[in-house]
């Protein structure tokens, strides 16, 4: 549905989008696939999440989002006003396990995750479909999915952080 985000989890449809953006609940950061797409303009964007300042330059669509990716997110600034930026997908994993960085964040309880479940760390990520990949033989094969036959813009749950992760030199 255009105009509204719907959640898959209370089942309620939000049209209030100010509303949406102080009460989503982040474990929906869970159901994120490893590819998704977004093809609508930036101007959708600004529109839907009412946006009032635009910090992604000239945004061509992108029909292919894989982790590491830089991608749109709609983000409430330091100064309160709501903002589209660009984000690397992926948060850093918990150091027991390596570290590597990681796209679900499934144990909501976890330690490690804690700092970055709050209000303030909350974001959405533009999406018009998603991929799931079907367990078929000989190869898995994709299953993409959105609203409707027309792709309507929606967006994912997300969380939101500033860190620097150390990437291992490549050997020579």
Not at 114 to 131: A, D, E, K, N
């Amino acid at each position: 549905m255009v105009g509204a985000i719907h959640s898959i989890w209370s089942g309620q449809t939000y049209h209030d989008h100010s509303h949406f953006l102080r009460t989503f609940d982040c474990r929906c950061v869970t159901l994120m696939c490893n590819l998704y797409s977004i093809i609508r303009s930036q101007e959708a964007m600004r529109r839907l999440f009412a946006i009032t300042r635009d910090l992604t330059g000239n945004l061509p669509p992108l029909p292919s989002v894989f982790p590491d990716g830089l991608a749109p997110i709609a983000r409430v600034g330091p100064d309160g006003d709501r903002e589209l930026a660009m984000a690397r997908w992926g948060m850093p994993g918990a150091p027991q396990f390596g570290g590597a960085p990681i796209t679900n964040i499934r144990n909501t309880k976890s330690p490690h995750w804690r700092r970055w479940l709050g209000p303030s760390s909350r974001c959405l990520v533009p999406v018009t479909s998603f991929c799931e990949y079907a367990d078929t033989k000989p190869r898995k094969m994709p299953n993409w999915f959105a609203l409707d036959g027309t792709r309507p813009l929606f967006a994912f749950a997300g969380c939101g952080a500033s860190f620097k992760m150390r990437i291992p030199r490549q050997s020579r």
